[in-house]
């Protein structure tokens, strides 16, 4: 969609999720946010919630301590009581100071209570390496709640489908955690795009086939699907046909277009920024095997973050990325 | 015992006494029927403890939230958890608050306004200030009851929630339910203070100690803090001052509780010192509260043959309810 | 080895833990233990530090106020100064309240610091379902860790690989999250086996199989590994001949005593309690197909704990468990 | 400004002005060869903050421990940080202190007792306990100084950090470098207490709020609680109220600060201020004062030279380090 749409203006990540918490407020008096730093003058540390408490006051965009329990624990109970909280945890890493609340309240209280108290709330987070802030400050950490049932788990690649899915998410009658890659956030030359105005929603468990391809399926989400496209681009002058398959969400997730596209080319490469090991691309490169085991010419390969922390020098922390260099060397290795 | 001037009214008075009853005989069913094997649970036993709930009971409506935890049944009759559907869910049948899929430590139950039951120590505050925010933001006058142990002020979520409260004066009570132990450890080994009330200084909020044993006290500090809420002048920190007759939970051996001690506490039991003040001041009729204890009893055989009659859920339940719209597998 | 050793006395999962923390303590005075409850006159919660604390004093066997962050900082701390401290986080769930100072800082110390400041300390805690303690107290959450690079992850199966991998694990020079579950601690009947006196050591990174067989491997680890031996015992019945693989340690993993058994059977199946979805499961299995593609004749089967929240209804909660009867059914998909 | 009967000896004030100006000089270099493009990263400048780190790093021995965060070049300088090594740290060079791989926010150096340095807000201070437990258990003397800021006091961690070392008496000094913000936001916006000195009390220790922009009465104060620890008299919570000159990091707008407060900050700017008192009261001379300059200069420029000349880590760095014994791969 974002390559042909010329109608709308072109915004940049931070303005897109902007733009949706704008439109959800704006529809619902239910929605508030919640998070360190979010109100004006700064709107944010990364500037993503701008004008929001000035247009829809400080009761509705509440500046909290530095007390990420407090905040997850506080958007629990108001989602339960009929709200729907968007609590911002600045960046992914800090999460690990409040997974109590995420797992075992946000992610179970659905389950434990019988069905009888949801909690519609979100999580958004801003997310990765690349920036020079070290190992406590640019992890990707999706895949420990993919494997907590009960929350579903987005990760936009583009300016309208973080706004499309963000909205979803809001409306949503379970937790969501929405993860926006930070590299993203104001990159408006490789990471801009149009983004159509008003209440419009991307629904969940839908990927996108962002570029047909015949030899192999390049299967990613977030900032890595443009890693993905960039390394097609290459591979397509040398003759190599990739398929690329944006996720947008990966709980739930769209097996079903997966499956189709891989069991057209026979080939499959999984990519994210996470660290390999028990990343998400485990789980899929599983799910592919298991559902197409006899059809498949190689097995999946897995592109992902280094089994490592993250390294401060530019040098190493680039290496630590996963690399279009890396995706094209496990493209060649299957295909050729 | 002698009249006491600051006493409620005598409904409220009889009002506290028919939750008190309930919460004791209902753990004494639980006990016995716990020993003789007729079922079988993680069970831990509020006895002791029927005042404080009581106490915050009785200022209650039902649109009024409650949060509490694993030791949390005083709580759930306290807030009107219905009792069939609470003994069902403790019992894990179909027929529970949760369809048996949360237990004794989930027990939830929107209905009665008993919004959250968690076994994570301290987990439970943060939540509460959510019901309060939304209380607020809604400009209704819903109040949030929290209860917690004194273990749990030790926790980091116990800080950052009480903080969150203080600052945005959420209109929530904390109530410390101090029954000087949590789990083996007695609360001098792990609480550097001498009264945990005194920790809601750090949170601009004020904390009060109440002797969680005295009805007519614990109703009293109780209504204060309610009201404060209620009034949209902001959380209070209650430490009721108690003790956890049956230890941590059943089974447990007590090596580390002075024998004394205990001794004493069960001694001065709140429930049947409290029924002899009733009667002794004229609040009640000897036959009045028996009639009052044998209607909660049949309510309880009641539960006990509902609950015992009720089936196991349905093999498929262990799949819905994860999310509002996905399916999932083993 | 625990089917022919009768040389030694039989324990307890929990006796042997015991065993191999006396048996540290008593070589090494660096080594102490903090956690809740774990001192006399209880010995913890489930008696497993029973002693401990009347033998090596309280300033050696410390109890804490509840409060999991202050327990593993100060382990972390201590650690870097040259203690090798043992934490003990009572049950697995509770993690997700302190999981900062475990990923964040026991995971990265020694990497940020360029190698300078190891953090030789273990978190021990106990974990599992099936004794009705709902969604949370009984999850098995290893796929967190393995997915922390930095943190090494062992689940032993036996009281013998208990003692011997803990004591390891003391005295390695990482962080290791060693995870008990505790359905095993005290049933001697079906989990009781004869453990050698004194500082046998097994060493991280060493499979055991604990049954050969030549159509399909079994890989597990921990509790699991009986189930695995269970199903194995079953289906020879019917002439299926099952090898089993304990894996014992997660990170280090053995990879080439579970490739070696595959490339014999050609068809695997990976069995544990965790959660399936992007559990250790997905890691093994995408390993397995990326090694060894060509040779396998089925897919690798996947058997763990449902995807949902843990219930607390007695049938429910077995039938989240991965059972016997799962197991075999993957192995019969997959045999034919 | 006249002299202070409560002033240490000079070679201590001066040794305070040493750390000082070190810190205030390096700060300047970093943050001017920021703003001209020479070199990149992200920085937290801690100037305005020099007294405090000063205060307490005259009191510590080589063998005491430090923990600090983020912001915390002041507190590397003040611990004995080499130059060198701290300067290629920063430039991400395989000569820093960490081999590049930890940066700024994770400067370790533990040959001057640097052991950790944070970028999770309060997560420094349970791992201090770490370190006065250590030293406890060893039974050395060896004192724990913990830095964070006002914001880092309402986070769990700090509860539960100050409630341990509460309860175990662990000679650890908790400096809050109160700034008053956190990041964006004004103390007084998510904490409601005046001082965070009053937190103590929750943790039966002392709690003393110094004005962290007078070097006297900070030596005074951080002298007290280093000399309490190394006693064995338990920990002491210390705020030091001060001020971050240069918002929360080099880009800020700082719209969210007050113009006119910031002003009459930077017009009081404690280094100036102290180092005109040393020479009005005759501690030092301008000569003296002078040529201690520009040997910190000289040193700075000398550092400079060795980072901006020093390789990057060699790639096979990114593999190393993370297990003792186990190698990684992509
Ligand atoms: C975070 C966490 N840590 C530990 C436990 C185990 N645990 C359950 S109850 C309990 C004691 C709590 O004591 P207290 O808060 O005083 O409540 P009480 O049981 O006395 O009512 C502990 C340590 C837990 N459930 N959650
Ligand atoms: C747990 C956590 N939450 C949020 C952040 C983001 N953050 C970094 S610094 C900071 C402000 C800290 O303020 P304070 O403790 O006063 O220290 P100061 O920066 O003023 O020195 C915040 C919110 C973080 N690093 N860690
Ligand atoms: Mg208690
Ligand atoms: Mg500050």
Redesign the pocket.
């Known amino acids: 969609m974002s390559q042909t749409d010329t109608d709308h203006p072109v915004l940049t990540l931070a303005m897109a999720v902007n733009q949706a918490l704008d439109v959800a407020m704006g529809l619902d008096e239910k929605v508030f946010l919640l998070g360190e730093d979010i109100a004006e003058p700064s709107g944010g540390v990364y500037k993503v919630t701008k004008g929001l408490s000035t247009k829809y006051g400080t009761h509705r965009v509440r500046k909290t301590a530095i007390s990420e329990t407090a905040i997850i624990g506080a958007a629990v109970g108001a989602a339960i009581a009929g709200h729907r909280p968007v609590a911002e945890i600045m960046m992914f890493d800090f999460i690990a100071t409040c997974l109590?609340q995420v797992t075992n309240h946000a992610g179970k209280i659905r389950y434990m209570s019988g069905g009888q108290t949801p909690v519609p709330l979100v999580i958004r987070t801003s997310a990765g390496a690349g920036r020079g802030f070290g190992a406590q400050h640019s992890e990707l950490l999706e895949a420990w709640c993919v494997h907590t049932p009960g929350i579903k788990v987005v990760v936009p690649s583009t300016p309208a489908d973080a706004k499309g899915l963000l909205l979803t998410a809001i409306f949503d009658d379970d937790p969501v955690l929405f993860i926006e890659q930070m590299m993203m956030y104001w990159d408006a030359k490789r990471y801009g795009g149009p983004v159509p105005p008003g209440d419009v929603r991307i629904p969940f468990g839908v990927a996108d086939i962002k570029r047909e391809g015949s030899d192999v399926t390049l299967v990613s989400y977030g900032r890595q699907v443009h890693d993905c496209l960039a390394t097609a681009e290459k591979l397509a002058a040398d003759g190599i046909s990739c398929e690329v398959v944006d996720l947008r969400t990966l709980v739930p997730c769209d097996e079903a277009t997966v499956l189709a596209s891989v069991s057209k080319t026979k080939r499959a490469v999984v990519v994210h920024e996470a660290v390999t090991r028990c990343g998400f691309g485990a789980e899929l490169s599983s799910r592919i095997h298991e559902e197409l085991f006899g059809e498949l010419a190689a097995p999946v390969q897995r592109v992902g973050g280094a089994n490592t922390p993250i390294p401060y020098a530019t040098n190493l922390e680039s290496d630590f990325l996963p690399q279009v260099a890396d995706i094209e060397a496990a493209v060649r290795r299957i295909t050729g | 015992m002698s009249e006491r001037p600051d006493a409620p009214d005598r409904d409220t008075l009889l009002a506290m006494f028919e939750i008190q009853s309930r919460i004791k005989l209902c753990d004494e069913r639980f006990r016995s029927m716990l020993t003789s094997g007729q079922i079988q649970l993680i069970y831990?036993s509020p006895r002791g403890?029927e005042c404080i709930s009581a106490g915050w009971g009785v200022h209650l409506r039902p649109d009024d939230y409650v949060v509490t935890?694993?030791?949390g049944l005083h709580d759930h009759l306290a807030k009107g958890v219905p009792l069939r559907e609470l003994w069902a869910e403790f019992l894990g049948r179909a027929t529970g608050t949760c369809k048996g899929k949360g237990g004794p430590m989930h027990i939830t139950h929107p209905e009665s306004g008993l919004m959250v039951t968690t076994?994570?120590?301290?987990?439970g505050i943060p939540i509460a200030n959510g019901f309060g925010l939304a209380a607020q933001l809604n400009g209704t006058d819903q109040v949030t009851v929290v209860n917690?142990?004194?273990?749990?002020?030790n926790?980091g979520a116990f800080h950052e929630g009480l903080n969150m409260a203080g600052v945005w004066k959420l209109p929530v009570v904390f109530v410390c339910?101090?029954?000087l132990?949590?789990?083996h450890?007695p609360?001098a080994m792990s609480t550097p203070v001498e009264y945990i009330s005194e920790r809601a200084a750090s949170y601009g909020m004020p904390g009060v100690t109440v002797n969680g044993n005295d009805p007519v006290a614990t109703w009293k500090v109780m209504g204060e803090a309610v009201a404060r809420a209620r009034a949209g002048e902001g959380p209070t920190l209650v430490e009721a001052r108690t003790y956890?007759f049956h230890g941590?939970l059943m089974g447990d051996a007590m090596e580390y509780m002075d024998k004394d001690e205990r001794k004493a506490a069960m001694e001065a039991d709140p429930v049947p010192a409290f029924r002899a003040w009733l009667l002794d001041n004229g609040h009640a009729t000897e036959e009045q509260l028996a009639e009052l204890e044998e209607t909660i009893t049949a309510a309880i055989d009641d539960a006990v043959e509902f609950a015992m009659n009720s089936p196991y859920p349905d093999a498929d339940e262990l799949y819905t309810d994860v999310y509002a719209d996905l399916t999932v597998s083993k």
């Open positions: 109590d | 831990y403890q935890i694993y030791r076994g994570i120590v301290g987990s917690f142990g004194d273990g749990a002020s926790i339910q101090n029954n132990y949590g789990e450890t609360m956890r941590h």
